[in-house]
């Protein structure tokens, strides 16, 4: 009797879990999205993109490895649905790009110059600060910091947008990294942006 519960262990299994869905964050695409938006905000002179190390293997190696390779339903014989048949990050929604303009308008009016004089600094949290404000007049430094304000608004909602515009709002944070490398790998030269050790320029 023990036997035939053994056996019938497979059929269970094939019945009551015909398709699995593998969801995993696109990276690739979501950076050439993040690129896409960054460059239409800052201008069509961004800087070339810079070279960066290669992104670092998924931890556990040997038959962790293995496994992940090989879908164990299918030495069942049982068919795997892949959500990553396609994958692709939209950024082109009415909500996505009304904050995209937002900030295209911002920058040119008011940021880029607060950029361009060292004021201002790319956070390596994806968000923008005035670095120094000594290198604003007095009379700008209230617009400067309103304008800040307002685009680190907007920043955290493209974030949470662009996750649940593709379905997956758990991945907010991974959308918010991905901007905030393109934010700084697309800054101008002489442009600061903050790293582990401290401000950088370009």
């Avoid at 955290?156 to 990294?177: C, F, S, T």
């Amino acid at each position: 009797m023990a036997i035939k519960n053994w056996l019938a262990l497979p059929t269970a299994l094939a019945l009551t879990a015909c398709v699995t869905i593998n969801v995993y964050f696109p990276a690739a695409e979501a950076r050439e999205a993040a690129r896409e938006f960054v460059d239409k905000v800052i201008g069509e002179e961004a800087a070339p993109a810079q070279k960066t190390a290669p992104e670092k293997p998924e931890a556990g190696g040997g038959m962790s490895m293995l496994m992940r390779r090989i879908d164990p339903w299918s030495l069942l014989g049982i068919g795997t649905a892949h959500a990553q048949s396609s994958p692709d990050i939209s950024i082109n929604t009415p909500a996505i790009r009304a904050i995209q303009n937002q900030m295209q308008s911002r920058f040119d009016s008011t940021l880029r110059a607060g950029f361009d004089s060292g004021a201002l600094g790319f956070t390596s949290d994806g968000m923008v600060t005035v670095r120094d404000a000594s290198k604003l007049e007095l009379k700008d430094r209230v617009a400067m910091n309103a304008a800040v304000a307002d685009d680190n608004r907007d920043r955290k909602a493209l974030y949470r947008e662009v996750a649940v515009a593709n379905g997956h709002p758990e991945w907010e944070a991974q959308i918010r990294d991905v901007f905030a490398r393109q934010w700084i790998e697309r800054a101008r030269s002489g442009w600061w942006y903050q790293t582990s050790s401290g401000w950088k320029q370009k």
